[in-house]
């Protein structure tokens, strides 16, 4: 695929996931809201008195399925992607050599010491 179009995903994937950090870091547990977290009540709220949960939340829902569908999409790339070549690929065809048996040089075997009876010869001293 188009690799201009892979890096265009590949920054909205990144742009997501540090808004979805966001998100949830702004969020609180149950009862507390945005307003809350500044030091007004529930009625001064940005949002109103239940707005910011459900606004947060929301966004979190949409910044979560932006995501996944552009991990969807890269893993498509990735799936669709023809395999690289590698730097071993390109190597001429190796020839082959016959292996040929070494050449029988026959050793003479050393003088033995023993007689043709089998009995050991006496050696001057």
Do not use: C
Not at 33 to 59: C, H, Q, V, W
Not at 64 to 88: Q, R
């Amino acid at each position: 695929m188009n690799t201009s179009l892979a890096t265009l995903v590949m920054i909205v994937q990144v742009i997501s996931a540090l808004i979805i950090v966001g998100l949830v870091l702004l969020q609180h547990g149950k009862g507390a809201d945005m307003g809350a977290s500044f030091g007004s009540g529930a009625s001064g709220s940005l949002f109103g008195a239940t707005g910011s949960s459900n606004f947060l939340s929301k966004s979190t829902a949409v910044a979560v399925a932006v995501f996944f569908v552009a991990t969807l999409i890269l893993t498509s790339f990735g799936a669709n992607k023809a395999p690289s070549v590698g730097v071993m690929d390109n190597l001429p065809a190796a020839k082959t050599v016959p292996v040929t048996a070494p050449a029988s040089n026959a050793v003479p075997a050393p003088a033995s010491s023993t007689s043709a009876s089998g009995q050991a010869a006496e050696i001057p001293k």
